[in-house]
């Protein structure tokens, strides 16, 4: 896996998010959850507003100084017994980390929830030499069972009710019980402790390194994070390079955003910051740990106007309040990022070619730089893509090409739009019926397939305001 | 007060009925409305599909027809928010930039209009009916207009104001949106179509054209006795 996900062209993903009745159940209750949840958090502190631009000057002053804080981070980390590896493809973190895995001759490895893993293919990497990789994430869990991809960023199997759960526990793992979650939860604990006992290397994310001390923080609500790093003697945390705060008060504003904009909470079950190795005298933590820190695109995007996309700190409040997440789900974004982020992001990140559609799928109605919490100015991100795919891309169908400069010429012609406001209604007579098309010729057809379009007015506003006009002159 | 009608495109040849009310309104309150006619498009089809040379001309046609207006007005809060983004498309434009500027602090929705700049809450009409109001996206979320035109209509006598459940949600228009991605904007218009059915309102109301096209085609595809009108419609209502 890597940020694309599957080959299936744009619209036919669409047509099947659409037509997935249970998955688009499942969103539209979640969303529902957690919109009162992200509102509720927010009033609770009282001035959000203020919050979130603290958010923004932290992630902007970071991405300013990145390389500064970079070197801070490894050296608080070196310093700390653990080893820094800065990869600049998702290939050679791969590599970094299957070298250790061969060294150590690790049979099992235990992972907790990480976007950056799904984005370099890790897990695929582990197995081609020889690991097992146990997901101990409970959705990533669920999803590695049934061999899906995430559709959400912070619960990746949002698509999935508990029936379909149930079933794939009972088909993979021989589960005999009913679909209560409480059941399926504790099952899955069961199965996934015997895993932790016996990993030799642990896996994980990292929410935000802070560069001061060289600590990796970790949110979740279940604490698998927990166990996966304090049992196996190995301990490895992947991080896209953009995500370290500079000091443990930025972690603090960082983490109250980040959990109250995720899920709506104060604060998740677990907060988690882990420096380094076991020192003398420490009764706990790896033997050996490493930090691989990510670039695959991302240094890229620094400097160009772009940038604020790296302050996202992955909450998906832009993909909670998303209409068009809403009916088509993650999937069909064919990014491991969905919603309006990975509308953003994956081109950036993966190119133009796969993924010209994706700054489309959106109707640009900024719920989405309205949700961020760290003010990522999404909707206008989608725009300047648009435009890049125009301008520089040359990707644009010519037909819409066409139309655009002809609408040039008509909006800066005041005789021409004059004009087309007379024959609008006769042009459009044909296609009329009783003061409605509803079989539209051309791009109106798109329109017409769902509703009706109304026939132009008798006569246009201008010409009403003339003959008023002229009434009036000559009373 | 002098004030110039920005009509719209959308309203100039598909609803003239709204561009009258607006004028009559705004005459009622006791404006001085003229047309500048050389007015065209705000240039948004263009700028939003990411045609940005081709919007510039729509843009530097509607900075000229507007260049001797006092207050610029529109009944549209998406094309008013349009308008207010020209200084930064022009950022940096010795020709235009200082112009874009000009227009944009000039110009306002008509229910900002009335209630930040004349300061109004009441404007005198009448209507009768069980109304529930979409807060298009743009009007909210681009220009910043909330609460203006709810504190309008909950002054209009007569009229039962139920709130329309998810109201914030995009009603699927997005411009070229609806035809580029007419399936998703289908789905979209839908679900507006059903709360707003939930909420038993014989009226919807909005402030933007397009997404009054959008969801009124909707409901009558679908066979829905809910009438789609446009604020400034009942704001000039006087039975």
């Known amino acids: ?475 | 007060m002098k004030v110039s009608l920005f009509i719209t495109c959308l309203c100039d040849i598909f609803s003239t009925n709204v561009g009258k009310d607006t004028v009559e309104l705004l005459e009622r309150v006791g404006c001085e409305v003229d047309f500048p006619e050389l007015q065209t498009c705000c240039g948004q089809p263009a700028y939003n599909s990411g045609y940005l040379t081709e919007s510039k001309q729509a843009m530097k046609q509607m900075i000229r027809a507007f260049k001797d207006s006092e207050y610029v007005v529109g009944p549209s809060g998406s094309c008013v928010g349009m308008l207010k983004e020209y200084p930064e498309i022009f950022t940096g434009d010795p020709k235009w930039e200082e112009e874009a500027k000009a227009l944009a602090a000039k110009s306002f929705e008509v229910t900002q209009f009335l209630v930040d700049v004349l300061g109004m809450t009441d404007v005198g009409s009448t209507f009768r009916g069980k109304v529930t109001y979409h807060p298009s996206c743009h009007m909210t979320r681009i220009l910043g207009v909330k609460d203006a035109p709810k504190t309008l209509l909950q002054h209009v006598d007569g009229v039962e104001l139920v709130e329309l459940p998810i109201g914030e949600d995009c009603c699927g228009f997005g411009g070229t949106f609806s035809v580029k991605n007419a399936a998703i904007s289908e789905q979209m218009v839908q679900e507006k179509s059903e709360h707003i059915t939930e909420t038993g309102a014989e009226y919807l109301v909005g402030g933007d054209m397009g997404c009054l096209l959008n969801i009124g085609g909707r409901m009558a595809r679908e066979g829905k006795n809910v009438q789609v009108m446009h604020i400034a419609e009942i704001l000039n209502y006087q039975k």
């Not at chain 1, 509720?40 to 203020?50: K, R």
């Not at chain 1, 991809?149 to 088909?171: C, M, N, W, Y």
């Not at chain 1, 909670?320 to 982020?341: K, T």
């Not at chain 1, 509308?343 to 993966?350: G, K, Q, S």
Request: hydrophobic share 35%; with cysteine; charged share 25%.
């Open chain 1, 1 to 475: 896996m890597s940020v694309k996900i599957g080959n299936a062209p744009f619209h036919n993903r669409v047509q099947d998010g659409i037509e997935n009745d249970f998955m688009r159940k499942a969103v539209s209750s979640a969303q529902g959850r957690f919109r009162s949840g992200r509102r509720n958090a927010a009033e609770e502190l009282g001035d959000w507003e203020d919050w979130r631009t603290l958010g923004e000057e932290i992630r902007s002053h970071t991405l300013e100084n990145i390389d500064f804080y970079l070197e801070k981070l490894s050296d608080a980390v070196s310093n700390r017994g653990g080893n820094v590896y800065f990869a600049q493809t998702a290939e050679e973190a791969n590599q970094y980390i299957q070298d250790i895995v061969k060294r150590k001759e690790a049979k099992k490895i235990v992972k907790s929830k990480s976007m950056v893993t799904e984005e370099i293919g890790l897990n695929a990497a582990l197995e081609e030499v020889g690991g097992e990789v146990v997901e101990t994430d409970l959705g990533e869990w669920i999803l590695q069972l049934d061999e899906d991809p995430p559709s959400h960023i912070v619960t990746p199997a949002l698509h999935k009710d508990k029936g379909q759960i149930r079933e794939t526990f009972s088909k993979k793992k021989g589960y005999e019980k009913t679909d209560d979650p409480e059941e399926l939860a504790l099952f899955a604990r069961e199965q996934l402790r015997e895993d932790f006992l016996s990993a030799d290397v642990g896996i994980t994310g990292c929410n935000f390194a802070v560069a001061e001390s060289g600590a990796i923080t970790l949110v979740t609500n279940e604490g698998n994070a927990r166990l996966a790093t304090a049992l196996p003697d190995t301990q490895i945390s992947v991080m896209g390079m953009e995500r370290l705060v500079p000091t443990w008060e930025d972690l603090e504003v960082m983490v109250s955003l980040l959990t109250r904009a995720a899920v709506g909470q104060k604060l998740t079950s677990y907060v988690t910051s882990l420096t380094g190795t076991r020192l003398e005298g420490e009764v706990d933590g790896p033997e050996e740990f490493h930090l691989v820190i990510l670039d695959n695109g991302r240094s890229k995007i620094l400097g160009t106007e772009f940038q604020a996309a790296l302050h996202c700190i992955r909450c998906a409040a832009c993909i909670n309040v998303c209409p068009v997440y809403r009916h088509v789900g993650g999937h069909a974004y064919g990014s491991i990022y969905p919603g309006p982020i990975g509308a953003v992001l994956t081109p950036l990140l993966d190119g133009y070619d796969d993924h010209k559609e994706l700054p489309y799928a959106s109707s640009l109605c900024a719920a989405c730089t309205e949700a961020c919490p760290v003010k990522i100015p999404l909707h206008e991100m989608l725009i300047r893509h648009r435009q890049i795919i125009v301008e520089r891309e040359n990707k644009a169908p010519k037909m819409e090409k066409l139309m655009m400069k002809g609408y040039a010429k008509w909006a800066s012609s005041p005789a021409a739009y004059k004009l087309s406001t007379k024959v609008a209604k006769p042009g459009l007579k044909p296609w009329t019926e009783e003061e409605t098309i509803s079989n539209g010729p051309g791009p109106l057809k798109g329109w017409t397939n769902a509703r009706d379009f109304p026939a132009p007015s008798k006569q246009s506003f201008r010409s009403w305001y003339k003959s008023r006009r002229k009434r009036e002159e000559s009373e």
